[in-house]
């Protein structure tokens, strides 16, 4: 399985931009990156996810490096409601080319917003 | 509203006894799974399926159980066989079996389980 690195921990103020790295060195040619948030004591919930360019929705925008071997998410405004666990994920797939969806989590990282 | 319910939220079971956790889903998704969460750590595969009557073994199956006799309906089983079962339990779903590259995974709200 291609693997992710990522800080254990950030800080920001509130409403100030935010930028999460994440590291994916291995990543192969068809791997989509994912990006998943989890608040405290809920399940996990889709942010963004990308190929090879940069891709925007409303909650975030996702800048992927050239080489694809790092991306970030960016948080254009941080609110609190956007502390949380914050899981950079590459779709992971068997070796018939097709992928039952399983998502591989890693420890992610944890979002704290200052008032 | 669609989405996925699990219940109950808070559950507490006697060591020696088997529990059943609850997954249903209105968003008509073919793929269902169960996760498992232990503090501070990231999610870990226990189960998954692609299709009614059909299931497959994830990463830590052992002593769980599942079924999927219903589209909508996902139950996982903690038995009394699993050595330590306690920890947050979530349950998703994926609109397409074939698990297609840019398909998201929702989640629902979670069970968590405590061995007493």
């Known amino acids: 399985d291609a693997k992710t690195t990522q800080p254990n921990s950030m800080e920001s103020n509130e409403e100030e931009p935010v930028h999460l790295p994440c590291n994916h060195s291995?990543?192969?040619?068809?791997?989509?990156i994912h990006w998943y948030r989890q608040l405290p004591s809920q399940g996990p919930e889709y942010v963004i996810h990308?190929?090879?360019s940069n891709v925007n929705n409303r909650m975030a925008s996702l800048a992927i490096a050239e080489d694809r071997k790092s991306s970030t998410l960016i948080l254009h405004r941080a609110t609190l409601r956007d502390a949380a666990v914050y899981y950079c994920?590459?779709?992971?797939?068997?070796?018939?080319?097709?992928?039952?969806?399983?998502?591989?989590f890693g420890q992610g990282t944890i979002l704290t917003v200052h008032p | 509203d669609g989405g996925i319910t699990q219940s109950p939220k808070y559950l507490f079971r006697k060591e020696g006894q088997n529990v059943t956790l609850s997954c249903e889903q209105n968003?008509?998704?073919?793929?269902m799974y169960w996760y498992r969460q232990d503090p501070g750590q990231g999610l870990r595969l226990i189960y998954y399926?692609?299709?009614?009557?059909?299931?497959q073994k994830g990463d830590i199956a052992e002593g769980y159980s599942v079924s999927r006799e219903k589209k909508e309906s996902f139950p996982l089983t903690v038995t009394s066989a699993q050595k330590n079962p306690t920890a947050f339990y979530l349950c998703?779903?994926?609109?397409?079996?074939?698990?297609?590259?840019?398909?998201?995974?929702?989640f629902g709200p979670g069970t968590r389980l405590t061995v007493l």
């Open positions: 998703a779903s994926t609109h397409r079996a074939s698990g297609r590259r840019t398909d998201t995974q929702y």
């Open positions: 994920i590459l779709r992971d797939y068997n070796a018939g080319g097709t992928s039952y969806g399983k998502l591989t």
């Open positions: 968003l008509n998704h073919d793929a």
């Open positions: 990308g190929l090879t």
């Open positions: 399926s692609q299709i009614v009557n059909d299931f």
């Open positions: 291995t990543i192969s040619g068809t791997d989509y």
